[in-house]
């Protein structure tokens, strides 16, 4: 079994900070690109930021300059550190990365559960 497990979200004032943690565990061979996404109430799924293997990141515009996102590869770790946060941060934050499997040598698309980010005005 695979899985990624979010971690970090939580209840802060506009312009403050938080960062997400997002760990892999599980019999991996690899993990390609990292990302984030986030998907307010009623409102469609969107990236929110990207990391490759070798550290090339991606960033939505609306998060260009407050948002940062790095990885630990020993650690099967991928972060998003939020600066400024905006009220309208406000969202449900999910972790995917394409997990290649130890065994296989398949790739899985796997999604994490998601953590809450409230920003409050």
């Known amino acids: 079994q695979v899985q990624l497990v979010e971690s970090g979200g939580g209840l802060v004032q506009a312009g403050g900070s938080l960062r997400l943690s997002c760990t892999a565990s599980?019999?991996?061979?690899?993990?390609?690109?990292m990302r984030w996404y986030r998907q307010a109430p009623e409102k469609q799924r969107e990236l929110v930021a990207s990391?490759?293997?070798?550290?090339?990141?991606v960033y939505a515009d609306s998060v260009k300059g407050r948002f940062t996102i790095s990885r630990d590869n020993a650690k099967n770790t991928v972060y998003l550190q939020m600066n400024s946060l905006k009220s309208e941060d406000t969202a449900v934050y999910y972790c995917?990365?394409?997990?290649?499997?130890?065994?296989?040598?398949?790739?899985?698309?796997?999604w994490g559960r998601g953590t809450q980010v409230t920003v409050s005005p």
């Open positions: 990391v490759t293997t070798g550290g090339s990141t």
């Open positions: 599980g019999s991996i061979f690899s993990l390609n690109d």
């Open positions: 995917h990365a394409p997990m290649v499997i130890l065994t296989s040598r398949a790739t899985i698309s796997t």
